[in-house]
């Protein structure tokens, strides 16, 4: 089992995945806010590699992004920042980003630094099913990583099946087709975990985009197996001189 289907077996409900952005608010960053993830309740983390056109992600998430860039974040850097970090954070830690990096870097070589770094899955929402099938997906299970797709309400039930099928580790359900960050009616989205619930997928599912306190974790986790939080995370150590690890023990205190 990787290490992420490793968590689902002995932690089936109430998994929290936390998002940040790789050299945010600073640089140096990374891997302090990791750690104090991991230390105060985040089951798992989403790091998220910033770029310039990030399609899926609200202006929250965006200006982090921009930020990090500007600080000097780089694929490069950030293999360098997480040379040795499975010494201190043994919490499954998935890498959020955009083909268009990626290839830049060189696909298989991005897949294998990941790997020997001790990273254990990939979210990329712009690689396209039949890609992944043809041709990136063989690449992603030679080195051992887990690869999670996204579905969201107004995936048919058929493709949902199919996703869930090529994914490995969990399926991203996001409870809406906007971006990141912006207000959810939790009735809605109730409704469609119970209709994610009642297909009996392969996969775990983790339920993101809305998620932002303890009413709407738990709201999320009536009918999927944990939630992803990003936006409130990235907002909550945004603001300036404010002690990352400080700002995360005090976020996360109000969640699990």
Known sequence: MSSIQQL????????????????????????PVMKALQE???????????????????????????RALANGMTIATL?????GFRKEIHVPVILMGYMNPVLQYGFEKFCDDAAAVGISGMILPDLPEYEFETEYGAIIKKYGL??????TPETSEERVRRLDE?????????????TTGNEKDFNEVEQYLQRLKKMQLK?????????????????????????????AFIKA??????????????????IV
């Not at 995945?17 to 608010?25: D, I, L, S, W």
């Not at 910033?50 to 998430?61: C, E, F, K, M, Q």
């Not at 293999?79 to 040379?83: D, E, N, R, V």
């Open 237 to 254: 150590v945004e603001q300036p001189g404010k002690d990352v690890t400080a700002a995360t023990k005090a976020f996360l205190s109000e």
């Open 79 to 83: 293999f360098k920042q997480l040379k």
């Open 8 to 31: 689902f077996a002995a932690k089936p409900q109430r998994v929290l995945n936390v998002y940040c952005t790789a050299g945010y608010p600073n640089l140096d960053s990374t891997l």
């Open 40 to 66: 105060n309740g985040a089951d798992l983390i989403e790091l998220g590699m910033p770029y310039s056109d990030p399609l899926a992600d609200g202006p929250v998430i965006q200006a982090s992004g921009s």
């Open 203 to 231: 996969n775990p599912v983790l339920v993101g985009f809305g998620i932002k306190d303890r009413a709407t974790f738990e709201s999320a986790c009536k009918y999927a197996n944990g939630a992803i939080i990003g936006t």
């Open 166 to 178: 090529l994914s490995s580790g969990f399926l991203y359900a996001v409870s809406s087709s906007s």
């Open 146 to 151: 887990d690869f999670i797709f996204l579905v």
